[in-house]
Nanobody, 126 residues
Framework: QVQLVESGGGSVQAGGSLKLSCATS????????MAWFRQGPGKEREGVAR???????TYATSVEGRFTISKDNDKDTLYLQMNALKPEDTGTYYC????????????????????RGQGTQVTVSS
């Protein structure tokens, strides 16, 4: 059974940092492209960052320079280091796994990804 379990969310003041984790099981983690998505209150869901099997990364413009996606293939875990957080970063963050599409573009909606987690809440206050 495949599981993706996010953790590390919480409440933080603007300018603060959080590190999200996504522990996976049931997949050969190193063979999957991994990504983080988020959905804020009243906003459309968006892709935040993705890391390919090669380690190459892509970020949404809104988080470039502030967020860092990484992974540990030995621990089958995906991470998202979030710095300089802003109130507009508030939302539920989801991790996702995919291996059917070359490059696994962030523009593909979360629901189309092969596997996804239940989400973790991030709240940034001003």
């Amino acid at each position: 059974q495949v599981q993706l379990v996010e953790s590390g969310g919480g409440s933080v003041q603007a300018g603060g940092s959080l590190k999200l984790s996504c522990a996976t099981s049931g997949i050969i983690f190193s063979t999957y492209c991994m990504a983080w998505f988020r959905q804020g209150p009243g906003k459309e869901r968006e892709g935040v960052a993705r890391i390919a099997t090669s380690g190459s990364t892509t970020y949404a413009t809104s988080v470039e320079g502030r967020f860092t996606i990484s992974k540990d293939n030995d621990k089958d875990t995906l991470y998202l280091q979030m710095n300089a957080l802003k109130p507009e970063d508030t939302g539920t963050y989801y991790c996702a796994a995919e291996r059917r599409w070359p490059g696994c573009p962030l523009g593909v909606d979360l629901n189309e990804w092969l596997f996804r987690g239940q989400g973790t809440q991030v709240t940034v206050s001003s």
